[in-house]
């Protein structure tokens, strides 16, 4: 089985400053790894994901985030973050030989003026 | 456009009072999941129809279950509501054939349920 950790249930930030959201997984086998955001009484929205390949995955709205397999990490960074990336993203995981979803508890970005 | 459709947005039901939250979907996907999520909590997957093939959760109450006449629709019927029930219930569907690398689950905008 396996488990996500997000390291900061709260995160606020000023307009135009960079933003990186923790993630840590736990799992015996290899996985997949997802960001999605949530904008208030939505539904889930995928960010970007890790399949394979290039450690360094870019999403849209200018998201992007590093696997690091050693330190079994997923951060979710942005350079420079818009009134609009107000929303709660959540760090998932999937077993690669399953298909389900395992969240994270989320964490909660405000961007302030 | 292809979309996932959850009707009603807002649903309000007494204690003990069945209710029925509808998911559509037009991206003719062959897996449909209900996720549980309560007010700032991750979402919480209850089950999921893999085509016709149904998959609870072990830690699903009795009180949740689901139904799925055709590709396009899927139910969560809640047999008797009970005040811890209430949530934002997201439903999901992707297109998954196995043996091949995992695919991107859509989500709907969520039924918000409120139990009085």
């Given amino acids: 089985a396996q488990s996500v950790t997000q390291l900061d249930s709260q ?13 840590n997984y736990s799992s015996s086998v290899s996985v997949y790894l997802f960001w999605h955001v949530q904008y208030p ?14 450690t360094l995955v870019k999403g849209i709205n200018g998201f992007e ?34 298909y389900k979803l395992s969240f994270g508890a989320g964490t909660t970005v405000t961007v302030r003026a | 456009d292809a979309m996932v459709i959850q009707n009603p947005r807002y649903q309000v039901t007494q204690f003990g009072k069945p209710v029925t939250l509808s998911c559509s979907q037009t991206l003719n996907h062959n ?14 997957l209850l089950f999921h129809y893999y085509d016709k093939d149904f998959n609870n959760e072990a830690d699903t109450p009795d009180n949740f279950q689901s139904r799925r006449p055709n590709t396009s629709f899927c139910f969560l019927d809640i047999r008797s509501p009970g005040l811890g029930d209430a949530a934002m219930y997201l439903c999901a569907t992707s297109r ?16 918000r349920l409120t139990v009085l």
């Fill in chain 1, 11 to 23: 995160v606020p930030v000023f307009e135009e400053a960079p933003v990186e959201l923790r993630c």
């Fill in chain 1, 41 to 54: 009484n939505q539904g889930l929205q995928l960010l970007l994901k890790y399949l394979s390949g290039s």
């Fill in chain 1, 65 to 98: 985030a590093e696997f690091n397999k050693s330190q079994t990490s997923f951060h979710l960074r942005k350079p420079s973050v818009h009134i609009s990336d107000t929303a709660e993203y959540f760090c998932a995981v999937s077993d690669r030989a399953d």
């Fill in chain 2, 31 to 44: 897996v449909m999941y209900w996720y549980q999520q309560k007010s700032s909590q991750a979402p919480k």
């Fill in chain 2, 96 to 111: 998954d054939i196995r043996g091949l690398p995992y695919n991107e689950q859509f989500f709907g905008p969520g039924t």
